[in-house]
């Protein structure tokens, strides 16, 4: 099984080459987010013509958006944060899948570090938590937590942490709210399989040449519950998605778990 999360920022944008790399890779099930579309524009039926099942919410704004493409039919489907569904689902999904659970989640980037999204944001990660600690067991279930965390937990997710320390993306307060995220039973799948430095998923428009100067950051993650995690058995960023013409500036991020194709 092969699963992926991809900020796509814009979906409408990236449909070209997201078909392609569904084309090519065929994965199981690839996590979006930032698709920036509202309901009604959301490119349902060009990809259910190529064969996927598809689960979205965003927003009239056309800000934000999460959706869930899946080879198969999933399960169980739901939307945001169970206490207040309406206001959070276009962040959240949460969905049944073949015997395994899946929280697709683009959590708030938090603007700056003395800004109410920054508080907002630290929020999100902390009802992430309660979410998964009222309704799952780390040593039963299968779960895996993807998306753009917003989160670069270390010194080797960032190109040069000393120079952005602290960063909204890059801070104590962060690091201790993901560190909780793991200590609850999620493990880093990403760098079970890629231990090594200067491996990015998101790579500034800003920033000229940014990809060839590997002038990155690892804030798109795939985190898993150990009865998962210990399956898994490759990941891969795909960097030549972010250098394509009129790219995302994340690349995909995906991970082969062995119980099943």
Same mark, same amino acid.
């Given at each position: 099984?092969?699963?992926?999360?991809?900020?796509?920022?814009?979906?409408?944008?990236?449909?070209?080459?997201?078909?392609?790399?569904?084309?090519?890779?065929?994965?199981?099930?690839?996590?979006?987010?930032?698709?920036?579309?509202?309901?009604?524009?959301?490119?349902?039926?060009?990809?259910?013509?190529?064969?996927?099942?598809?689960?979205?919410?965003?927003?009239?704004?056309?800000?934000?958006?999460?959706?869930?493409?899946?080879?198969?039919?999933?399960?169980?489907?739901?939307?945001?944060?169970?206490?207040?569904?309406?206001?959070?689902?276009?962040?959240?999904?949460?969905?049944?899948?073949?015997?395994?659970?899946?929280?697709?989640?683009?959590?708030?980037?938090?603007?700056?570090?003395?800004?109410?999204?920054?508080?907002?944001?630290?929020? =999100?990660?902390? %009802?992430?938590?309660?979410?998964? @600690? +009222?309704?799952?067991?780390?040593?039963?279930?299968? !779960? $895996?937590? &993807?998306?753009?965390?917003?989160?670069?937990?270390?010194?080797?997710?960032?190109?040069?942490?000393?120079?952005?320390?602290?960063?909204?993306?890059?801070?104590?307060?962060?690091?201790?709210?993901?560190?909780?995220?793991?200590?609850?039973?999620?493990?880093?799948?990403?760098?079970?399989?890629?231990?090594?430095?200067?491996?990015?998923?998101? =790579?500034?428009? %800003?920033?000229?040449?940014?990809? @060839? +100067?590997?002038?990155?950051?690892?804030?798109?993650? !795939? $985190?898993? &519950?150990?009865?998962?995690?210990?399956?898994?058995?490759?990941?891969?960023?795909?960097?030549?998605?972010?250098?394509?013409?009129?790219?995302?500036?994340?690349?995909?991020?995906?991970?082969?778990?062995?119980?099943?194709?």
């Amino acid at each position: 099984m092969l699963i992926a999360t991809f900020n796509c920022n814009s979906i409408r944008k990236r449909m070209q080459i997201f078909r392609e790399w569904l084309g090519h890779h065929r994965p199981d099930v690839v996590a979006l987010q930032e698709t920036k579309v509202s309901d009604s524009s959301f490119p349902e039926k060009e990809l259910e013509e190529d064969g996927w099942h598809t689960v979205f919410a965003g927003e009239e704004t056309g800000r934000n958006g999460v959706a869930v493409i899946t080879k198969h039919e999933p399960d169980d489907v739901s939307f945001g944060f169970p206490e207040d569904p309406e206001n959070t689902r276009s962040r959240l999904i949460h969905l049944s899948y073949r015997g395994h659970e899946i929280v697709n989640t683009y959590v708030p980037q938090g603007k700056s570090l003395d800004a109410p999204e920054f508080q907002f944001k630290l929020s =999100w990660l902390r %009802r992430l938590l309660d979410f998964f @600690d +009222r309704r799952f067991s780390p040593q039963e279930t299968k !779960l $895996l937590l &993807t998306g753009d965390l917003n989160v670069a937990p270390t010194e080797e997710d960032v190109h040069d942490s000393r120079k952005v320390w602290p960063h909204v993306c890059h801070c104590r307060g962060v690091i201790d709210e993901f560190h909780k995220l793991t200590e609850w039973g999620l493990r880093d799948v990403f760098r079970k399989h890629i231990p090594q430095s200067g491996v990015y998923t998101f =790579w500034d428009y %800003r920033v000229k040449n940014a990809v @060839d +100067r590997k002038l990155g950051w690892r804030v798109d993650h !795939l $985190l898993a &519950t150990p009865p998962l995690a210990e399956i898994s058995s490759d990941c891969f960023v795909d960097t030549a998605m972010r250098i394509k013409e009129k790219p995302s500036d994340h690349a995909p991020v995906a991970a082969r778990f062995e119980d099943f194709s």
